[in-house]
């Protein structure tokens, strides 16, 4: 299919209507110029037809001539005519002469025949010229009475015949022009009329020589003659008017018809009526009748040759305007193919071109290229308009890319915000329906986003979200994947972009922060109660040592009264009492006397064997594991052996049944990130002192409350609640931290930090806790963790070395991980954890999977208490709770082997 | 049809012989005036005022109306009228004037008249032509005969052609017009 491009279509349209034009015009040119190829054939013909009328003219002359000498009254007279016989013969043979040659350029076939008829004629009358000269030189009598009769029959006999050819060759050309044809036909009316007047004259001479009467066949003759003359000049004069030759010959024709006319009546009673002249001689003259013949005659000549040249004019006009015409459509067709070819030019110029330029401008456009669409010279006609247009349009796409960049930035920049915030962000519409869930909430939720994208947010929080929390900030419950639920603030904004009405909730995890409220308002409700009971216990302390000095008096003082001293007794034994209690509660106050002194903690706890031997009983097994290379710690060593002996107390209670009591020693150090995490504890170096059983446990409601003046779950009267609140304080006023690990059915462990001694800093260097760098590494780990804090503690801690993290909150969640087949090299867990599968079933099934992973265990417990408790099999790696970024990193590297350079 | 009608009112029309041939005469003679009509030039200067072919005459009708066809035909392209003049006054504006036979004796006043005019005088009355006049009908042979008095005609400064001579024999007066 060709391709129809604008300049195609019109290259097509002008080629079609020059082609159209040409052939219009070639059509009209052909015909006009045939018609004046035609024209100027009849204008010939008009020359060929006057030569005819010229010769028969002639003929008519000399037969008249001849006619008049014949019927001379006297010899004079003929000798007059003589002259002008000949001259008329001679004018005659010409004419006839010319009139032949000219016929002979005419070849229709029609003519042969007429031509013959005109020839054969023309060959009798040389033969009839010597008899009249003859007969002219006889007197009449002697003369043959037939020849002038015989005479004047072959004349116009060969009138006739030429006559007849002039018909014949004019019908040749009377398609031409109707006007023409008409003129010819005048031409013929007039040559009839010479023809008659001739005859009459003729007739009438004869009379008047012959001085005899017309004859009645004579008269008819005559008058026959004279109605078919004066029937053509009223066909002439119509003939005149409706060709239109009238107004050119009109004059000649009025003389010539004025003259013809006045003949007429001339001889109005002289031939016309029989015996007009009662046998007298007729009135006129033979040669005064034939002169005034030949001046009508004359007039019918020059109305002849008026009428000659008007038909000449009138062809010469025809041709001329023919000529014109041809040449008018020439111009008309030379000037439609300038306009063709301009007009092609003229659209190719200023609208082709401009449009393909302006699709090419387009084409630019789009490739981003500045363009212009119209030379800045600028039109106001359609492409104009166009162009306007397009460079409207342009500067609108660039307007609107500008903008789309600019809102994809923004919309990038907005992405950003919500993918980066720490705060959960979520969207929801009218019904309810999760719009947006970013990144935070996924960590928040558990849910990927295409988990909860498109369902009703009620999965999230069991409150209906829009119409609770609208335009508020407020505490809500978030619920997780695994169904567990969060404390979370929720703040939610109402938009309406595009005319929808959509909910935004920014969702913070309370979590930590509740924690660290918790922590703050526990251990200032410990401050205000130790700063109570310290002022209480001081007071009290004054009044008891009054007490007991009086008691002590009166004790004395009453020797003598045996039933009043043990009164006094009884009364010095309650205030000792009082002063124990007192002393005890100072000392959670931590205002008591403390004498801090470089203790060897190794050393403490070995010489305590016996005391707690006999404190606890038989039934309990007691292991002493001491630390090597133990730092010295600074700490009073009586009060230390009074809080350890309370632990282990308490242990013995934890285990009525009996059981294992494990107290050690260790150097350890707590680095920023676990001093931030509990922030009443000072980074730096610490002994540490593990005091561990394997009791009943307690529950976290419990363990918070632990260290709190008279909170107890002992018996009433089992204990004072007081022992643990005096370790805690004097743990405290001794600059350390003391902390508590415990599983309910598991045991518990209390975790004593004492600070290094100074002595010791000096012997050790004067380095603080220095951030040194650790070994890392780029393998997989994954970490099973049932407390929140401490997963992501060391979910962090794990990614800081490099480690690529996997998390688990339990032994189920980690054994799917496992199960889906990730490349994990080490499975490091707690061994201690609910939900029914602790660590050690746990890297039992691991191991059972992958045979080659690395398990790395952790615990609050010692390693000792763990190990030996018989929770984990002997050469299980554990790494204590809570152990610092260094350990993990050494401890991880143990077990993966040394790093991989590549 | 035509020619048995004639022929019918010629036969009942009483008519003497002599009348009859001075009716031909007549009709001859009016014919006449046509040819010298149209063989004679007017100067130009002289031309009367309107193209027209006055024929003036005077003293009566000696045509019995057979010049009156003629008005209103042309000659020389230009329109003949007839009329009759009765006074001096009048032959100015005639460009031929047929002086009446009875008119003989009047023709030297009227001759006087005509002094400078270009008008051509016709007559038939025996010795016009000698007299001053310039064409005169005439009988020769008894026959019709013109007989013209160039001298008059030139004077006139009128100017004749061949073929008007042709019709004419050429008389010269006893005593030159005037």
Redesign the interface.
């Known amino acids: 299919v060709p391709q129809l491009s604008l300049r195609r279509i019109l290259l097509l349209i002008v080629g079609t209507l020059t082609l159209f034009i040409t052939l219009l015009a070639a059509k009209d040119v052909y015909g006009d110029w045939q018609r004046l190829t035609r024209i100027r054939a009849l204008r010939d013909a008009a020359v060929s037809s006057d030569q005819f009328f010229d010769a028969t003219q002639k003929l008519a002359v000399e037969r008249d001539v001849a006619l008049s000498m014949l019927y001379a009254p006297d010899s004079e007279t003929i000798d007059e005519l003589r002259i002008r016989l000949k001259e008329s013969r001679q004018a005659a043979d010409a004419a006839l002469r010319a009139t032949v040659a000219e016929l002979n350029q005419y070849t229709f076939p029609d003519l042969v025949e007429l031509r013959k008829q005109v020839e054969t004629h023309l060959l009798v009358i040389p033969t009839l010229r010597p008899e009249i000269d003859r007969a002219v030189g006889l007197p009449h009598e002697q003369r043959n009475p037939d020849l002038p009769d015989r005479w004047s029959g072959e004349v116009t006999a060969l009138m006739s015949a030429t006559e007849n050819l002039w018909i014949g060759f004019v019908s040749h050309f009377t398609d031409v022009d109707p006007i023409v044809t008409q003129h010819l036909l005048f031409k013929h009316l007039l040559r009839t009329i010479t023809d008659y007047t001739g005859r009459e004259r003729s007739l009438v001479g004869r009379l008047i020589t012959e001085n005899s009467d017309p004859t009645?066949e004579q008269?008819?003759q005559l008058?026959r003659g004279r109605?078919i003359v004066e029937t053509d000049w009223q066909m002439s004069r119509m003939l005149a008017d409706q060709s239109g030759l009238f107004p050119a010959i009109g004059?000649?024709y009025?003389?010539a018809?004025?003259?013809y006319?006045?003949?007429r009546?001339?001889?109005?009673?002289?031939f016309?009526?029989?015996d007009?002249?009662?046998g007298?001689?007729?009135?006129?003259?033979v040669d005064?009748w034939f002169?005034?013949s030949t001046?009508a005659s004359?007039?019918l000549g020059a109305l002849r040759e008026s009428s000659i040249s008007e038909t000449r004019n009138y062809v010469e006009g025809l041709i001329t305007a023919t000529q014109r015409e041809i040449t008018i459509q020439a111009s008309i067709f030379l000037l439609a193919l300038m306009l063709c070819a301009y007009s092609f030019t003229i659209i190719t110029g200023r609208v082709i071109r401009p449009i393909n330029n302006m699709a090419g401008a387009l084409l630019q456009a789009t490739r981003g290229e500045p363009v212009t669409f119209l030379p800045p010279t600028g039109r106001k006609d359609e492409i104009g308009i166009l162009a306007n247009v397009l460079h409207a349009f342009q500067q609108n796409v660039e307007h609107i890319k500008r903008t789309s960049v600019q809102l994809v930035t923004s919309q990038e920049h907005l992405r950003a915000v919500v993918d980066t915030a720490v705060d959960g962000v979520i969207l929801v519409d009218k019904q309810g329906i999760v719009r947006m869930f970013n990144p935070a909430c996924v960590r928040l939720f558990g849910y990927q986003p295409e988990e909860t994208i498109g369902k009703n947010v009620n999965l999230l929080m069991p409150l209906s979200f829009e119409r609770e929390h609208a335009g508020i900030v407020q505490e809500a419950a978030g619920r997780r994947k695994d169904g567990s639920t969060f404390p979370m603030e929720l703040s939610v904004g109402e938009a309406k972009p595009g005319g929808e009405t959509v909910f935004v909730g920014i969702i913070r995890d309370l979590t930590d922060r509740k924690r660290t409220a918790q922590q703050l308002f526990q251990a200032q409700k410990m401050e205000a109660v130790g700063q109570l009971t310290g002022g209480v216990a001081h007071d009290f302390n004054n009044l008891l040592t009054v007490i007991l000095a009086n008691a002590d008096t009166l004790f004395e003082e009453l020797s003598d009264r045996e039933d009043l001293r043990p009164l006094a007794e009884m009364t010095r034994t309650a205030a000792e009492r009082g002063a124990e209690l007192t002393n005890s509660l100072l000392a959670f106050s931590r205002r008591q006397n403390l004498e801090p002194k470089a203790v060897d903690i190794n050393k403490l706890v070995a010489g305590m064997d016996g005391l707690l031997r006999r404190a606890l009983g038989e039934n309990i097994e007691i292991r002493l594991v001491q630390g090597a290379g133990l730092w010295r710690a600074t700490v009073d060593p009586g009060q230390l052996e009074s809080g350890i002996l309370n632990l282990a107390i308490n242990a013995r209670d934890a285990m009525p049944e009996g059981g294992r009591l494990t107290i050690e020693a260790s150097n350890t150090h707590i680095d920023e990130s676990y001093s931030e995490a509990h922030d009443e504890v000072k980074p730096g170096q610490y002994v540490l002192i593990c005091v561990s059983d394997t009791g009943t446990g307690m529950s976290d409601e419990v363990a918070a409350r632990a260290f709190e003046p008279f909170f107890s779950t002992k018996d009433v009267g089992k204990g004072t609640g007081l022992g643990l609140s005096m370790v805690y304080g004097f743990v405290k006023q001794s600059g350390g931290h003391i902390k508590i690990y415990s599983e309910v059915g598991d045991g518990t462990t209390f975790k004593i930090y004492l600070p290094r001694s100074s002595m010791d800093w000096e012997a050790a260097g004067t380095e603080p806790v220095r951030k040194a760098s650790h070994p890392t590494g780029t393998e997989t780990i994954l970490m099973v963790e049932d407390n929140d804090l401490v997963r992501q503690h060391t979910e962090k801690q794990l990614q800081a070395l490099g480690y690529n993290v996997l998390v688990a909150s339990d032994g189920p969640a980690a054994m799917k991980i496992l199960e889906r087949g990730d490349p994990i090299d080490l499975l490091f867990t707690d061994v201690v954890m609910p939900g029914g599968m602790g660590g050690r079933q746990l890297a039992e099934n691991a191991a059972a999977l992958r045979p080659s992973l690395k398990i790395l265990f952790t615990s609050g417990y010692t390693e000792n208490a763990v190990v030996h408790h018989g929770r984990l099999g002997a050469g299980a790696h554990l790494l204590r709770k809570p152990y610092q970024r260094r350990e993990l990193a050494l401890k991880l590297r143990q077990l993966l082997g040394p790093v991989e350079h590549g | 049809m035509?020619?048995a009608a004639?022929?019918t009112a010629?036969?009942t029309l009483p008519v003497y012989?002599a009348e009859?041939?001075q009716?031909?005469?007549q009709?001859?003679e009016?014919?006449?005036i046509?040819?010298f009509l149209?063989?004679t030039q007017w100067p130009p200067e002289r031309a009367p005022q309107t193209p027209m072919m006055r024929v003036c005459l005077f003293g009566g009708d000696p045509f019995s109306g057979?010049l009156q066809?003629?008005a209103g035909?042309?000659?020389?392209?230009q329109k003949?009228e007839v009329r009759s003049v009765t006074t001096a006054a009048d032959i100015g504006g005639c460009s031929l004037l047929f002086v009446h036979a009875d008119q003989k004796p009047n023709w030297p006043a009227v001759q006087k008249t005509l002094a400078g005019k270009s008008v051509l005088t016709v007559s038939d009355f025996e010795g016009f032509a000698v007299s001053g006049g310039m064409i005169e009908f005439t009988q020769?042979?008894?026959?019709?005969?013109v007989l013209i008095n160039t001298a008059a005609v030139t004077a006139a400064h009128l100017e004749v052609q061949d073929?008007l001579l042709?019709?004419a024999r050429t008389v010269t007066p006893a005593t030159p017009g005037r």
Do not use: C, W
């Not at chain 1, 007298?280 to 003259?285: L, R």
């Open positions: 009645p008269i008819g008058l109605g004059p000649r009025s003389d018809s004025s003259h006319f006045t003949m009546d001339m001889l109005q009673n002289l016309y009526v029989p007009a002249r009662h007298a001689t007729y009135p006129i003259g005064l002169e005034l001046q004359d007039s | 035509m020619l004639l022929l010629a036969l012989a009859r041939l009716l031909i005469e009709q001859i009016a014919g006449l046509y040819n149209k063989y057979h066809p003629m035909r042309t000659v020389n392209e003949i020769l042979d008894s026959r019709i005969g073929r042709k019709l």
